[in-house]
């Protein structure tokens, strides 16, 4: 069984970079070759894949937020963080760590879908807020 948890903040101003980091524990083995991934729900909406970091260490990002979107590995540590910058109070949200066998995102029109149902583990979810 392997555990998901995020961490960071829970308020940030508009204009600055909102960081999390998933600290990943239990059986690792099971899931040396998965990708862990970033989604977000914001209120109101689906559920919305930004990113992920390959078992290989490749990185890939949704192309709507690439600009503003960095996601990162700490091996000795089993963690992996996401910087999100220049945020505003549409990146209000609840933002979750999860991790898949294999790359799912669904991307059309301004926004990358994420199903529940391909990540095989899931963080419980941190709130953040963009506001003054």
């Known amino acids: 069984q392997v555990q998901l948890q995020e961490s960071g903040p829970d308020l940030v101003k508009p204009s600055q970079t909102l960081s999390l980091t998933c600290s990943v524990s239990?059986?690792?083995?099971?899931?040396?070759?998965?990708?862990w991934n970033w989604i977000r729900q914001p209120p109101g909406k689906g559920l919305e894949w930004m990113g992920a970091?390959?078992?290989?260490?490749?990185?890939y990002y949704s192309p709507f937020l690439k600009s503003r979107t960095s996601i990162s590995r700490d091996t000795s540590k089993n963690q992996f963080s996401l910087q999100l910058s220049s945020v505003t109070p549409e990146d209000t949200a609840v933002y979750y760590c999860?991790?898949?066998?294999?790359?799912?995102?669904?991307?059309?029109?301004?926004?990358?879908?994420?199903?529940?149902?391909?990540?095989?583990?899931w963080g419980q979810g941190t709130q953040v807020t963009v506001s003054s």
């Open positions: 999860a991790i898949a066998p294999q790359m799912n995102s669904y991307c059309s029109g301004y926004v990358c879908q994420a199903l529940r149902h391909e990540y095989e583990y």
């Open positions: 239990g059986d690792s083995s099971t899931t040396s070759n998965y990708y």
């Open positions: 970091i390959g078992y290989d260490g490749s990185i």
